[in-house]
DNA sequence: CTTGACATCGCACAGATGTTCGTGTACAAT
DNA sequence: ATTGTACACGAACATCTGTGCGATGTCAAG
């Protein structure tokens, strides 16, 4: 038979793709309802239920959240990409093997985009509503693609506001030694016996230190004495 | 601190990474207390506080098969081989199964804080020893707390540079209507026609944005002018 | 128009499940 | 001896959560 699922199946299998994702456990069919705006549990388990007779899920009866995701039927009729992401985009250390579907990893970590926030322009804002995003953040590909060598450093004090990067900030970064011109790094300076967070450029034998803030200079170093530890990945900032 | 862990807890630990990986989703308190040989659910409760306490696991209160296990704390308290790694986490990891520690990468949304970063000191980078880290971010906390009424904005262009977000950056949100003050929120402004992010205060019956870069202006309006549609919960910026 | 399958809804109910609390034991410190 | 801490037990409790069932609306076939 063909598979014939309703747009509110898709968000059902969206939501707990994302959730399972974020959480490490199943939801419950009033967190399905909620999600998917579904007032009536029964309504859930209606749908759960045609889901599963169509494979796409696994459910235990009169278990809490007792619900998971079939991701090889979930590839087989072409859902992947409705729902999530294969990991192995993301995770370039993986790229040594053939994937079997079962070993994927939905893109979970996205969030709805609900518009652009600039000068101008009035936000409609309903998160709830899974259907009204056109556009997803992929915060999996965001923040942790190859998450082998990433390691992360909290900011302190205000020397990094040159970089638009305040005190409690959370800075992400890719072990490496080396770097590209332009691209941020946190390096380690020898003569000043400091480390900080500045972009790199490579003039001859002389690295450049740009700060991100043009009010700042320049600084100026023998290539010998600034020794890189890493790329900045990604800067997550906390406000609650 | 050194871990102590009871054999009780040991076990514990590697049940849960067979249930998990056998039935996809957690264990209750019950299911735990009957294959460990416990018969009380609170002993169980106990014990589970414990380990949460440790961060090898992560619970949700109140949330029946609420708990997960945090795999890089595992690993780095040596507990890979006490309880195994389970199919489903090590096909994260590596195609085959077979664990290789250096090609490994962890189920779970935590990094590694190695240090601070702040002029004058050194910083210790070796990513793959997760031991030596004093600090670690869990990304889920960080990012998806209370996920149901978050929602993403992306910033366009340099009109919030005097907040420290870049054109861009991903700010993260959380729906409400009411602010506190000093919290940065995106606000429509009536008058304007704008939307902004600004720290907020409330005046009396008028209401300031304050910058974060102190070197713009704050602004004022009436309250009424004024409409929070969210509260600023985190900023995101990828490098590359 | 009638019929019946499909999808939805609201609600009540029973079972599942985490939490709390009083109690007991063992052991080290005082 | 007394106190404090860690660990364990069992029962009671409140709530969480899946299920069942009757009612409603839609829509295409007869």
Redesign the pocket.
């Given at each position: 038979m063909t598979l014939?699922l309703?747009e509110?199946q898709i968000n059902i299998l969206r939501y707990i793709a994302k959730f399972v994702d974020g959480q490490k456990y199943?939801?419950?069919?009033?967190?399905i309802?909620a999600a998917c705006?579904?007032?009536?549990?029964?309504?859930?388990?209606?749908?759960?239920s045609?889901l599963e007779s169509d494979e796409l899920i696994v459910?235990a009866?009169?278990?809490?959240?007792?619900?998971s995701l079939n991701w090889p039927k979930l590839e087989a009729a072409g859902l992947l990409g409705e729902i999530g992401q294969p990991v192995g985009q993301a995770i370039n250390g993986l790229a040594n093997g053939v994937h079997r579907a079962a070993e994927r990893v939905v893109n979970f970590f996205s969030v709805p985009v609900l518009g652009h926030i600039a000068a101008g322009e009035p936000i409609q804002v309903d998160p709830t509503d899974y259907a009204s995003a056109d556009e997803w953040i992929d915060l999996n590909e965001a923040i942790f693609r190859d998450r082998e060598k990433l390691f992360a450093l909290r900011v302190q004090g205000d020397s990094m506001v040159d970089a638009s990067v305040l005190d409690g900030d959370i800075v992400i970064l890719r072990q490496q030694e080396r770097a590209e011109n332009g691209e941020m790094v946190a390096a380690w300076i020898t003569g000043q016996e400091e480390t900080t967070l500045k972009h790199f450029y490579l003039d001859g034998k002389n690295v450049r230190l740009r700060a991100a803030n043009p009010t700042y200079p320049d600084m100026f170093f023998p290539a010998s004495q600034v020794s890189v530890k890493g790329k900045v990945v990604s800067v997550i900032r906390q406000l609650e």
């Open positions: 014939n309703s509110r199943p939801p419950t069919i009033r967190e309802g705006d579904i007032s009536s549990t029964s309504v859930v388990k209606y749908n759960l045609k459910r009866a009169e278990v809490s959240r007792g619900l």
